[in-house]
């Protein structure tokens, strides 16, 4: 008798339940366990299947993504961000908008990324806790400053943090609303109401917005140790949106947080990430959830009880940095015809 995780079949335990070892067959992604004794308490990570432990041990041989791990490479992603310029000659900044459902991670990620370059913890996007109502309840944009060791201000990076959204229309930020975020109408501090949309006749409305009135890269975020919850209902309105705002011609990444939650693993050590199994197939879920190809996805872990900065959670942070802008400027190259400044 044998069951399945993801593409990965396993056997019950032996009758003596010995820990069980996997081994991966190379030329396909299926695991079989024998029963020979895992000796390496390092290389495996447990998860709960059918009431029963289960040890899955890190990919044994190349990371499924390359990331080199070093301060160098740490400088070298947080210089990018700090002399990145948008592709456009209209706007001076590059304004992504964070969609995902409540307690995913959206105002934690903005504020991981602003301790990186203030080089402490901080959270100076409001934070809420885990529970089912959305702390943001209005539009916030947050600049990424240079850091406190310069003087020269913000980076042309803008996050926009909204309303969290719900299963449908009746809960959580609706798909009108999000819409004319995306397009530049709605004010900065606009409170969110499902049971009051956002209209031409709201204070502050933004009749004709400019390219810099816009969003110009949309990030959902997903929480890892939420996908096998999250309702059909949910994945409805991302697809929705998904289609709507492919239609507006902006570019969609997502991000999966709390990846730390769901490998013991990749807890212990964010470098082993890309080596996770479970990671791996957490981020396909994401994929079928959201309706996109894993390769605009990547994994984040947040600060949250963290009191000081580590380098390596800092490289991934940075990493998904690198990987929202370059689709913010594919934006900018796709527009640059219809918003180009005459020559005077």
């Known amino acids: 008798m044998s069951f399945t995780f993801g593409n990965a079949t396993f056997g019950n335990p032996s009758k003596g339940r010995t820990e069980e070892a996997a081994q991966m067959n190379e030329n396909t992604s299926t695991f079989t366990l024998n029963t020979s004794r895992v000796k390496d308490e390092k290389k495996k990570d447990a998860v709960m299947m059918f009431g029963q432990s289960v040890w899955v041990p890190l990919l044994p041989s190349f990371p499924w993504r390359t990331v080199t791990w070093t301060q160098e490479t740490k400088e070298t992603l947080m210089e990018m961000v700090k002399s990145y310029k948008p592709d456009n000659e209209c706007v001076s900044e590059a304004r992504v908008l964070l969609l995902g459902p409540v307690g995913a991670?959206?105002?934690?990620?903005?504020?991981?990324?602003?301790?990186?370059?203030?080089?402490?913890?901080?959270?100076?996007?409001?934070?809420?806790?885990?529970?089912?109502?959305?702390?943001?309840?209005?539009?916030?944009?947050?600049?990424?400053?240079?850091?406190?060791?310069?003087?020269?201000?913000?980076?042309?990076?803008?996050?926009?943090?909204?309303?969290?959204?719900?299963?449908?229309?009746?809960?959580?930020?609706?798909?009108?609303?999000?819409?004319?975020?995306?397009?530049?109408?709605?004010?900065?501090?606009?409170?969110?109401?499902?049971?009051?949309?956002?209209?031409?006749?709201?204070?502050?409305?933004?009749?004709?917005?400019?390219?810099?009135?816009?969003?110009?890269?949309?990030?959902?975020?997903?929480?890892?140790?939420?996908?096998?919850?999250?309702?059909?209902?949910?994945?409805?309105?991302?697809?929705?949106?998904?289609?709507?705002?492919?239609?507006?011609?902006?570019?969609?990444?997502?991000?999966?947080?709390?990846?730390?939650?769901?490998?013991?693993?990749?807890?212990?050590?964010?470098?082993?990430?890309?080596?996770?199994?479970?990671?791996?197939?957490?981020?396909?879920?994401?994929?079928?959830?959201?309706?996109?190809?894993?390769?605009?996805?990547?994994?984040?872990?947040?600060?949250?009880?963290?009191?000081?900065?580590?380098e390596n959670t800092d490289i991934l942070l940075l990493t998904a940095v690198d990987h929202i802008l370059q689709y913010a400027n594919m934006y900018f190259q796709d527009m640059a015809p219809a918003y180009k400044i005459p020559n005077l």
């Open 105 to 310: 991670g959206k105002s934690s990620f903005i504020s991981s990324v602003q301790s990186v370059f203030s080089g402490r913890v901080l959270n100076r996007a409001m934070v809420g806790s885990s529970s089912s109502t959305s702390f943001t309840k209005k539009l916030q944009s947050f600049s990424i400053r240079k850091g406190h060791e310069t003087a020269d201000g913000s980076t042309a990076l803008v996050f926009s943090d909204v309303m969290g959204l719900g299963d449908g229309e009746t809960a959580g930020l609706t798909l009108h609303d999000a819409l004319c975020v995306i397009q530049g109408h709605v004010p900065e501090g606009y409170q969110f109401s499902p049971e009051q949309p956002v209209k031409s006749e709201t204070p502050g409305y933004v009749k004709k917005p400019s390219l810099k009135d816009k969003v110009h890269c949309v990030v959902f975020v997903v929480d890892a140790s939420k996908i096998s919850t999250y309702t059909k209902g949910l994945s409805t309105t991302f697809q929705k949106l998904r289609e709507h705002i492919s239609n507006l011609g902006v570019h969609q990444v997502a991000l999966l947080t709390h990846i730390d939650m769901v490998c013991k693993e990749t807890a212990q050590d964010i470098t082993h990430v890309y080596q996770s199994p479970l990671v791996h197939q957490l981020m396909v879920k994401a994929g079928a959830l959201l309706g996109m190809a894993t390769s605009y996805i990547v994994p984040v872990k947040n600060y949250s009880s963290e009191l000081e900065l580590e």
